[in-house]
């Protein structure tokens, strides 16, 4: 009976080694089917800095990349896959979300797959990929560490989904494509806090490229006012039946401005856009940065001579 276990055990040894090398070898072909699936869509961004960031073709004609690796670059050409250079037009930049987007008249460079972030899951493969200002293509390995709901980059830009990959971000790596295991780009790579790597979800980005494109900027919300953060005492809350003790005060209203013409006055305390609690001048501006509520009429709560008062407002575009 030992006998014939250990006929067995040695068995599924052999057979799990066998297979070992085979199954590596399978990954490893893979992988390089997939960068050699996305290369051609993978682009240099020349600046004339020493590091470039990359980039990706991202629509027909159109090119996405990396906003803070630009630095004050704006005139800049694009090094295709092999090496060719092309020439490039800025259409419009978003510090925001990091993205900033380039026309290009060539149409016979490879247009990216893309994909669905929100199917990646903690764990999924994924690849990093960059191409050197001499059009040699870069990669780089890692799995999605961190997976998380809607967030708001430093500077208030309005991004879909938090997604860290575990990848080493290279010199030239920013602005490239972050790639899934189906060789469809999800997002772009860009660096986060002590350098490491984060990724603009594909969902974003093309919300960023349809404004851009349309019009050059990033419609934001428009009030005119001139605000600051109140502390509203115990008694008063108590009163009105408002939770929290935060509240912005108008101290400045501009001429037929929206807030004006709805009636908003000097002194005025905003708590609320729409039934959202506003607690600090950062909510507002939080607010005011969605740019679906451009031109769109709110409703806003506030607190005049210690009462509540509704009053609705159409959200103007800010001046550029």
Known sequence: MSND?????????????SNTPNLLLSLSQSLA?????????????????????????????IIV????????????????????????KLLGRDATTDVAVFQIDNSDIPVASIGDATSLKVGHLVLGMALGKEGDIKAAMGTISVLQGAWKSMSG???DQFIRPDITLYPGFAGGPLVDANGDVVGMNTSG??????????KTVNRVVDQLVAKGRIARGYLGVGMQPVRLPQNLQTV????????VIVVNIENNAPAEQAGIL?????????????????DVLA???????VNQTISVQLIRGGELVNLTVTIGERPF
């Open 65 to 88: 990349t990396s906003d803070e690796s630009l630095h004050n670059s704006e005139e800049v050409t694009i090094t295709v896959s092999g090496g060719r250079t092309v020439a490039a």
């Open 193 to 202: 806090r002590r350098a490491t790597a984060l990724t603009i979800p594909s």
């Open 5 to 17: 276990i250990e006929h067995v055990e040695l068995y599924l040894y052999m057979s799990v080694s």
């Open 33 to 61: 089917d997939i960068v050699e699936r996305v290369k051609g869509a993978v682009v240099s961004v020349n600046t004339g800095r020493r590091f470039s960031p990359s980039g990706i073709h991202w629509r027909n004609g």
């Open 240 to 247: 009105l039946n408002i939770t929290g003790d935060g509240g």
């Open 287 to 293: 607010y005011l940065n969605q740019s679906q509520y």
């Open 157 to 159: 830009g309005n991004i």
């Open 266 to 282: 000097l002194g005025d305390i905003l708590i609320a856009f729409n039934g959202a609690r506003v607690k600090d001048t950062n």
